[in-house]
């Protein structure tokens, strides 16, 4: 079946660009996601990448896409505090309508 | 536009004790789903419906039960609560086909601890 995995944690200082990874092991996913999940709230979808890009860039938000390795990357640049939560990988393969998520990354930004 | 929208925020329940978790859109979405959140495992698929009257299992569907008598509403049954049931449940849902970009929306999830 679909496996996602990331890194449990990322420490960066304020002003410093933060990359959280994220690799899959499903070829036939079509869509990936990042969502953003703060303390005691639901997940938001934070941008996402169809499987035929390399990349994709929205204001400080860069997705990396290497289809051969099945990874994934988010760099967040110029970091804030306010950028401190769980960041989840999510894969939709083929033709499905479900998503498999990684297990989270916990970005904490140090003044 | 309210969304998806999760009731109770918390639940305390003791083993064996039976409750539902509500969960509603407004946004006419065909997919809706539960997850499952616990420290370390990311989210996990436990029911999801492409649709009124549609309902499958998802990756850890055991203890739960699901309904969608309408396109707005799925509810998630637990029929004999255990402390492994312990956990904080998200209801999502999204429109469109297979194969579209439609994201997942989510609630602010249920705080479920079991005793």
């Given at each position: 079946g679909e496996?996602?995995?990331q890194s449990l944690f990322l420490s960066v200082r304020e002003g410093d660009s933060s990359?959280?990874?994220?690799?899959?092991?499903?070829?036939?996913?079509?869509?990936?996601?990042?969502?953003?999940?703060?303390p005691g709230a639901g997940l938001q979808l934070l941008t996402y990448i169809f499987s035929n890009m390399d990349m994709k860039q929205d204001q400080r938000l860069t997705v990396l896409l290497n289809k051969k390795d099945?990874?994934?990357?988010?760099?967040?640049?110029?970091?804030?505090?306010?950028?401190?939560?769980?960041?989840?990988?999510a894969e939709r393969a083929g033709s499905a309508r479900q998503l498999t998520f990684g297990s989270g990354t916990q970005l904490t930004v140090l003044p | 536009n309210a969304g998806v929208t999760q009731t109770p925020k918390f639940?305390?329940?003791k083993t064996g004790q039976s409750m539902t978790l509500q969960c509603a859109q407004d946004m006419n979405h065909e997919y809706m789903s539960w997850y499952r959140q616990d420290p370390g495992m990311g989210l996990r698929?436990?029911?999801?419906?492409?649709?009124?009257?549609?309902?499958?299992?998802?990756?850890?569907?055991?203890?739960?039960?699901?309904?969608?008598?309408?396109?707005?509403?799925?509810?998630?049954r637990l029929l004999s609560a255990a402390p492994s049931q312990t956990s904080v449940y998200f209801c999502a849902s999204s429109r469109g086909g297979a194969g579209s970009s439609?994201?997942?929306?989510?609630?602010?999830?249920?705080?479920l601890t079991v005793t």
């Open positions: 496996d996602v995995e990359v959280i990874n994220c690799t899959y092991t499903d070829s036939s996913s079509t869509y990936l996601y990042w969502y953003k999940q703060e099945k990874h994934l990357s988010l760099r967040i640049a110029d970091t804030q505090t306010g950028d401190s939560a769980i960041y989840f990988c | 639940q305390v329940l698929l436990i029911h999801y419906s492409v649709g009124a009257g549609i309902t499958d299992q998802g990756e850890v569907p055991n203890g739960y039960n699901v309904s969608r008598s309408t396109t707005e509403d799925f509810p998630l439609s994201p997942l929306h989510f609630g602010n999830g249920t705080r």
